[in-house]
């Protein structure tokens, strides 16, 4: 059990950089970095398509690997 643990744990982390990696910036430079965090705060920009897909798989792949995280961690000590 815990060696296939230790592998849905593995799967779930190359997941997890594979989706962070796809996603694209929210801002490019200084100005982006300014304006970037207002449009975010007051949600100008809404996240369609394929950017609100990465953005779920994103939290459920993080989600999961922090759980598979603990329960491996519990099961080793």
Known sequence: MEVF??????VFSLGLI?????????SAGL??????GAEQLFG??????MELV???VT???????????AVVAYMVK
Do not use: C, D, N, T
């Open 5 to 10: 643990l230790k592998i849905v744990l593995i």
């Open 31 to 36: 100005s982006g970095a300014i304006s970037g």
């Open 59 to 69: 939290m459920i792949l993080a989600a999961g690997f922090f759980i598979l995280s």
């Open 44 to 49: 100008r920009q809404k996240a369609r398509g």
């Open 18 to 26: 594979a989706v962070v990696l796809l996603q694209s910036g929210k």
């Open 54 to 56: 990465l953005s779920r």
